[in-house]
């Protein structure tokens, strides 16, 4: 399958059209920006880790019954999905206490729930992606009320599952985001990513964080905390 023309750029990401109008071409960037984009930067080697991952981590997702966007990994940094059209919702499911959960609520990172925590954000630059509830998702036509029901169910689904895959490979799944589309059929699938950008991965034994937050943190090892994740994904 063959890229056509260039349909949008994101922060991490281009999305180009295909022959086939139900499938589009994305392409990862080693670009991150943070803290509202705020910070902007390079990783080295981003794309392809989170392309591989993200991929191969949907591919797990499917098995155990959880829809996804993905169709076939071109090559390192570029992935056949299907085309969705994104709920502009962020999707953030949380297992342990951390970043903007920690200091909304004044506690301290680390905090092991009995529960995993589900919240939403409104997608929306402008705004600057405000936490927003279900009810106002649904009063502001972002879902439906089904749609918000089938997105919190595979959103935990999703939970169990990763969370039980990153456990066995000595890693805490601390917190993610996910985003979900629907296909012209109204189908939800999740969409987007799944990656050391967005998600929290903690080494199960020192607590070190194998994520973006070195980055959003200016904490140093970026690039070998993402090809630690890489290893232990893929042993390679
Ligand atoms: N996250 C993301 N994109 C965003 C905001 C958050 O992928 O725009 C992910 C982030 O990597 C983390 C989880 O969602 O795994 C929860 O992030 P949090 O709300 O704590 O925000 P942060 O502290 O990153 O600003």
């Not at 990172?109 to 529960?115: A, H, L, N, S, T």
Request: hydrophobic fraction near 40%; glycine fraction near 6%; charged fraction near 35%.
């Amino acid at each position: 399958m063959e890229k056509m023309e260039q349909l949008y750029e994101g922060k991490a990401k281009r999305v180009y059209a295909t022959a086939d109008a139900e499938k589009v071409i994305v392409s990862y960037k080693d670009d991150a920006t943070a803290l509202d984009g705020l910070k902007k930067g390079t990783i080295a080697g981003k794309g392809a880790i989170n392309n591989r991952m993200s991929n191969y981590l949907m591919q797990i997702l499917e098995k155990q019954g959880v829809k996804t966007h993905f169709v076939e990994e071109l090559n390192d940094r570029e992935t056949v999905v299907k085309k969705v059209s994104i709920v502009p919702l962020e999707v953030i499911i949380r297992n342990i206490s951390a970043g903007s959960f920690a200091k909304r609520y004044g506690v301290e990172e680390g905090i092991v729930f009995d529960e995993p925590t589900v919240e939403f954000s409104y997608k929306n630059d402008d705004l600057h992606d405000p936490l927003i509830n279900s009810y106002h998702a649904i009063a502001l036509k972002l879902a439906t009320k089904e749609e918000i029901e089938e997105i919190k169910a595979m959103a935990f689904k999703v939970n169990e599952v990763l969370k039980e895959y990153f456990i066995n490979l000595g890693v805490k799944l601390v917190d993610f985001k996910l985003e979900f589309g629907r296909l012209s059929d109204k189908t939800l699938v999740l969409a987007d990513e799944i990656s050391p950008d967005t998600c929290r991965f903690w080494d199960a034994e020192t607590n070190e964080k194998l994520d973006k937050d070195r980055f959003r943190r200016d904490m140093g090892g970026v690039e070998d905390a993402y090809k630690e994740m890489m290893h232990r994904v893929f042993g390679e």
